[in-house]
T-cell receptor, first 115, second 115 residues
């Protein structure tokens, strides 16, 4: 099974500042998909951003962008102009493009936004 | 709007009792999943199903059972054999991986507690 590691259990950021959440994964596959999900206190899981491994260009969604380093097996999430509503648990996830239908999740990073 | 409906939102189990959590989706997704989330923890896979009448055990299947008689429905039974069932349960669905970079869609969850 693939392993997804989020090494920062907790992070904090000042409102309007930028924060980067880290994610690394272990795989021998060359083609796969990566995702970042947000889980606010309501516990609803919300897709933030996704990336295909075959694409060199980093995905962006408004204030959210990723730094995808395939050789390093790293997939960090950058949140710009942080807002109070960004406070949540953030989960990184991996899905193979070739085998099985499972998604592999990291243990999450709890982000606090300081007013 | 399409989505995933989990019910009930809150559920209480007595000792020795089996309880069933409902999960229904109208997204026409083939794959469905059940996750358990403990406080401050990540998502752990209980069971998943790639197609009707087929399902596979996840990492923590002991004490749980599922069925997949219809594409839209994937109920989870927490049996009396599960000695520590208190947790937040999330149901998810997705299109197959051969349909590209398809994320999981999640329900709003069921919180199960022991009486």
């Amino acid at each position: 099974a693939q392993t997804v590691t989020q090494s920062q259990p907790e992070m904090s950021v000042q409102e309007a500042e930028t924060v980067t959440l880290s994610c690394t994964y272990d795989t021998s596959e060359s083609d796969y998909y990566l995702f970042w999900y947000k889980q606010p206190p309501s516990r609803q899981m919300i897709l933030v951003i996704r990336q295909e491994a075959y694409k060199q260009q980093n995905a962006t969604e408004n204030r959210f962008s990723v730094n995808f380093q395939k050789a390093a097996k790293s997939f960090s999430l950058k949140i710009s102009d942080s807002q109070l509503g960004d406070a949540a648990m953030y989960f990184c996830a991996y899905r193979s493009a070739w085998t099985g239908n499972q998604f592999y999740f990291g243990t999450g990073t709890s982000l606090t936004v300081i007013p | 709007d399409g989505g995933i409906t989990q019910s009930p939102k809150y559920l209480f189990r007595k000792e020795g009792q089996n309880v069933t959590l409902s999960c229904e989706q109208n997204l026409n997704h083939d794959a469905m999943y059940w996750y358990r989330q403990d406080p401050g923890q990540g998502l752990r896979l209980i069971y998943y199903s790639q197609i009707v009448n087929d399902f596979q055990k996840g990492d923590i299947a002991e004490g749980y059972s599922v069925s997949r008689e219809k594409k839209e429905s994937f109920p989870l039974t927490v049996t009396s054999a599960q000695k520590n069932p208190t947790a937040f349960y999330l149901c998810a669905s997705s299109l197959p991986r051969d349909r590209g970079n398809q994320p999981q869609h999640f329900g709003d969850g069921t919180r199960l507690s022991i009486l």
